[in-house]
């Protein structure tokens, strides 16, 4: 018996929603740049909060049906809601501090780690040989990415990056902040999804209260976004582009993959924002990021290969073409409704 099509490649499917939105969270960088008097602060608040909060508009009625299951696991999305809040604050405070691309990387780079040991310790999940080898793999490629634009900063002189040591060293441990929160946010998801919630009502309860937590940041310091239209459209552009688009895309992958793959796929991220750092804002990248790029995309290449599919044989003599099978995985619970 062979697996249903629709079963073979939701992985595949799940790992290129999670690539997608992966390039719509790279633009978040360069988009910031055309808004220069926006604080960072205000720019999380703005493009989680106001993000989160149309995901929940979307996702109402599913939320309505799946409200006794909320109600059950309410810790699961109180957890998963304070990360949607407090990761756009740390993180585009770390790049405010540390510069774009070591905020960016530290962030993005640190969420696989951190995905990896919450499953290890509330899912007794183990890692795959290939994780490991992705991860490894991605996390060169981002460590070198941030080497080499911290050197290019240093030696310009100017520029983001180039501030003091302190505001670097707060800047990274920002970063950290932001990638364990943003891998609490996803895993809260995922357990809502696999739990039996669809994949559009847990990503809706979830950004919808972190963003009600991030409203009165964005009382508190969004002025600056209605002071010009430039401003208002970066916001915007924020908010419904990268932030509503690319999580409704990452939670179709999440309800498909592991959190931990989804957040090794999601290094992407930074270099896909090195790249339009280069091409919109005019960067120059040097050899050693360029090669950080390719160890990222050699990362990808690993994780999203196709699995051979296991021969069945029977005992001391080879199987027919047809007895060869793969058996069909359950459909987890909770398998959204797109």
Known sequence: MTRP????????????????????????????TFAPQVGPLAIGAAAMGLGGLLQALLAGRGIA?????????????????????????????????????????????SAPLASALIERLADGRSLSRRWLAGAALGLAGTALLCAAEAAQAA???TGAGTGSARQTVVGVGLGLVAGLTYAVYAWAAHRLITRGVTSRAAMGAVFGLGGLMLVPVLLATGAPLVASWTNAGVGLYMALVPMFTGYVLFGFGLSRIPVSTATTLSLLEPAVAAVFAVLVVGEHLPALGWTGIALVIACLGVLTAPSRPVRVRASGAAAPPRATASVPAPTPPGTPDW
Do not use: C, D, N
């Not at 079963?7 to 910031?32: E, F, K, N």
């Not at 696991?73 to 405070?93: C, D, E, K, M, S």
């Open 5 to 32: 099509a629709g079963r073979t490649a939701g992985p595949g499917l799940g790992a290129l929603a999670v690539l997608l939105a992966s390039v719509l969270w790279g633009t978040t960088g360069t988009a910031a």
């Open 155 to 157: 030696g310009a002189g």
């Open 65 to 109: 049906r799946a409200r006794e299951r909320l109600r059950e696991q309410w810790r699961i999305v109180l957890l998963g809601g304070a990360g949607v809040a407090l990761y756009p604050l740390a993180f585009y405070t770390s790049m405010h501090l540390a510069g774009v691309a070591v905020g960016t990387v530290v962030s993005i780079g």
